[in-house]
């Protein structure tokens, strides 16, 4: 088991998702090639469809360079516990078994095949990159998209302001099955993403990693800045980074202030018709979900 | 030495897959499929079966786990019936057109609503297109016998197609029968373990159910139909051999009973052929010259065979325990479509009976050949040929 | 550029056996590269780059890669998303408008 610090200086040359047709900047894609490169080439990797299948997969261009799949949509978990089983079974050795799926293809369609593979303790790592819609079939609601959010299916106009649920906590969904390890990242604090899919690696059950990946095509922000809104997020506090092990959550980055919460709504195409109170709200909501965080969680 | 057991249809099939040492079995119970994968539960625990059995939350789960296990080279088997078959429907498609050999019992029953924990061909039929070869059994022998050549079969890889073996559900899956269980090292020498190229592999590494263009699409569905017409072939080559080894035969793709020189057929799937022959040999004796064709694969499709066996017939009746609502049973359009094919012009009947468990009884089994008998001599096409057999109450028709 | 998947050439199936059994084929198999999609291209000022490597790091496309003392750009594959010239702390890296 490597334990040594994977660091930008020290991080493999290889790469394992490569020469993919997923838009400028993309969120999704910097998450799965660092999963890759952490992980390694003994991994079995299972996408359902959704952007980074339909990006890395179009025969005969073939973008992973280790061995990759695409699972049915809600079929993400199920599908990693058979290729689990399946290698378990043929006594292969030294090996990881990782799925990759979208905020839609987790939270809404994929969370019953999940749920049963962290029943199970499989030993798998599934990581949900959200990018809070449905982005492949063209920015529809799903069940991370947060308040006030305009998609496709929830259009920002006279009578509502876009999305009007929040986002599902499937961070803590996950952790309620007593799962062996859970995090979240943001592609934005890429070192301690890459730290926890280390982890995630050393676990013996299953582990979950819920990273926080923008989309530029879908939140109407230039493809530049998408490492910017992924640590802004973080830093104005309408994101966290947290663990959850031995039935312990931790806050791995507890901010005394944050930073302004209309800033980072207001640079992003998809909350440009948000009224002053619905950001109060917003912020409100935040507040209320950090003052539990760090009444109940540790923090570092 | 070989050994005999008076065990239930789901029994079995448990035994079969025993014999078979799959790597991976995944299930979700339903019934009437749940003694089966009790069964197989009890021999993980004791040791007698060493698969991963993994305990999953519904049938997308199981055969989404089984297409996973299946993709980097292991022998799988899943079960189910009825409502989750067509829970699994996004996935049997998945399965097949990843060329996946997986091998599943399916415990036929009647789909809701009405719900009815009952049997007809209903679930099965529905999901003919699915891509996956087709097999009814009749008895609780057969159901374990098929069980090694479905795996046989499914993992041959120039046909590479997942099977689905057909149990009628009470009637099959819960009959005691005395069934011979065939000896593990036999079984062994006729089922090697499973060994392909086309699979996830660490030292050469592959990107599996990729997506296409139009530019090649149909060229994989065209593969995949021819791959599995191959597979009538090989299903008789997998018979003999079977017979070779094991003393038992079933006849490939059909069995037919008294047909050479028969004048009324009836063609049927699964555990209703055994009252046919009853009542084929009760005619026989009142001098009538009846014969039984049980229609064994539905895909790939007998259309050779039943053009050949029925060409001397006057009428042929075929039993439906479905229908394709607002035209005919399955069965029926399928074997119409044969003998159009064959150039014959032999009038034909369906009989839609046994739906969601209706008893199919000797007397209607010979109401039905009087039918028959009544269309051969009048030659009369101009009659409803869709008749529901056994209807409790009046119509207006 | 090691350890970087290039284009092949693939031969179009001819015949039906051509095509592999089922959508199963060889892992990394790229056909055709992404230049074409960008309108600027990241420019490096080699003075000023710190060894940081978080333009490497950041990248979506993985086509920022070390060499000797410096980045390089894998141009067959870089999309020109600029998050290479956002990150760059030195501000050694600028976008230039792509020539046609």
Not at chain 1, 139 to 145: A, E, N, V, W
Not at chain 2, 149 to 161: G, H, P, Y
Not at chain 2, 256 to 263: F, G, H, K, L, T
């Amino acid at each position: 088991m490597n334990t040594t610090k994977i660091t930008a200086r020290s991080i493999t040359d290889r790469e394992f998702f490569y020469g993919h047709k997923a838009c400028a900047g993309c969120g999704g894609s910097l998450a799965v090639r660092h999963i890759l490169k952490v992980l390694g080439e003994r991994t079995f990797t299972a996408i359902p469809a959704g952007c980074m299948s339909a990006v890395g997969f179009i025969y005969p261009q073939l973008c992973f360079t280790g061995n990759a799949i695409i699972s049915t949509f809600p079929g993400t978990a199920s599908m990693l516990s058979g290729i689990a089983a399946g290698a378990k079974a043929l006594k292969l050795n030294n090996f990881h078994v990782v799925g990759i799926a979208g905020d839609g293809g987790t939270a809404d369609i994929g969370i019953q095949a999940l749920s049963g593979a962290i029943d199970r303790r499989d030993k798998v790592i599934y990581i949900c990159y959200d990018n809070e819609a449905y982005m492949n079939t063209g920015i529809q609601k799903s069940g991370l998209t947060p308040f006030g959010a305009k998609t496709t299916t929830t259009p920002a106009g006279e009578n509502i302001r876009g999305s009007v649920t929040h986002k599902k906590n499937m961070f803590e969904i996950v952790a309620a099955h007593g799962i062996d390890y859970a995090a979240t990242a943001s592609v934005g604090y890429l070192q301690d993403f890459i730290n926890k899919i280390q982890k995630a690696s050393q676990v013996e059950g299953t582990s979950y990693i819920h990273v926080y990946a923008p989309c530029p095509t879908g939140w109407g922000v230039a493809s530049n800045t998408t490492v910017n809104i992924a640590k802004e997020v973080v830093d104005c506090g309408l994101w966290y980074l947290a663990e959850y092990e031995c039935d312990e959550f931790t806050l791995n980055r507890n901010p005394k202030t944050f930073t302004s919460v209309e800033k980072y709504l207001r640079s992003q195409g998809r909350f440009k018709h948000l009224q002053a109170h619905d950001i109060e709200h917003i912020e409100e909501m935040r507040d209320r979900k950090w003052e539990r965080m760090r009444r109940l969680w540790r923090s570092v | 030495m070989k050994r005999n057991a008076f065990i239930s249809g789901n029994d079995a099939v448990a035994e079969g897959v025993r014999l078979s040492r799959p790597h991976v079995i995944a299930a979700y119970p339903i019934t009437p499929q749940t003694v089966a994968v009790e069964r197989l539960s009890e021999m993980v625990e004791d040791g007698s079966l060493q698969s991963e059995f993994l305990h999953v939350e519904s049938e997308h789960s199981a055969l989404s786990a089984c297409i996973g296990a299946s993709a980097v080279g292991a022998r799988t088997f899943t079960a189910t019936s009825s409502q989750g078959l067509l829970y699994m429907a996004e996935c049997l498609h998945y399965a097949s057109g990843g060329r996946f050999p997986i091998v599943m019992m399916n415990a036929n029953r009647s789909l809701a609503l009405p719900w009815s924990i009952y049997g007809d061909h209903r679930d099965s039929l529905s999901q003919l297109d699915s891509g996956w070869i087709q097999v009814y059994v009749e008895d609780a022998q057969e159901s374990l016998d098929m069980v090694i050549q479905s795996f046989a079969l499914a993992e041959n890889l120039d046909v590479l197609t997942p099977v689905m073996l057909n149990l009628d559900g009470f009637t099959l899956t819960h009959t005691y029968e005395l069934v011979e269980l065939p000896l593990q090292e036999e079984v062994d020498a006729f089922l090697p373990p499973f060994e392909t190229p086309y699979k996830m592999d660490l030292d050469n590494p592959k990107n599996l159910a990729f997506s296409s263009q139009p530019s090649d699409n149909t060229e994989f569905k065209y593969q995949q139909h021819h791959a599995i017409l191959h597979a009538k072939q090989v299903i008789r080559n997998i018979d003999s051999r079977f017979a070779q080894t094991f003393g038992r035969s079933y006849g490939g793709l059909v069995d037919a009973y008294r047909c050479e020189d028969a004048e009324l057929i009836v063609i049927s799937l699964g555990s209703t052929t055994g009252t046919c022959r009853v009542v084929a040999d009760e005619l026989r004796k009142e001098g009538w010259r009846v014969g039984v064709l049980k229609i064994r694969f539905m895909r790939p499709f007998p259309e050779e065979e039943i053009v050949k066996i029925t060409r001397h017939a006057r009428a042929i009746g075929v039993i439906d325990r479905d229908i394709s609502f607002g035209f005919e049973g399955t069965v029926f359009t399928n074997v119409n479509s044969a003998l159009s094919r064959g150039n014959t012009h032999i009038p034909t009947h369906n009989f839609i009976a046994g739906l969601g468990g209706r008893d199919i009884s000797k007397e209607s089994i010979r109401e039905l050949f009087s039918t028959l008998k009544k269309i051969s001599k009048t030659n009369d096409t101009e009659q409803n040929i869709v008749e529901f057999l056994n209807l409790n109450v009046a119509t207006n028709d | 550029m090691s350890n970087r998947p290039t284009v092949q050439h693939f031969n179009s199936p001819k015949h039906i056996s051509d095509y592999p059994v089922g959508p199963a084929f060889r892992a990394g198999f790229l056909t055709s590269t992404n230049a074409g999609w960008r309108s600027e291209r990241p420019v490096l000022v080699a003075e000023r780059c710190t060894l940081c490597y978080q333009c490497y790091m950041y990248c979506p496309e993985a086509t920022v890669f070390k060499i000797t003392g410096a980045v390089d750009f894998d141009f067959d594959y870089c999309k020109g998303c600029g998050i290479c010239a956002e990150v760059c702390a030195a501000k050694a890296i600028t976008m230039i408008p792509e020539k046609r």
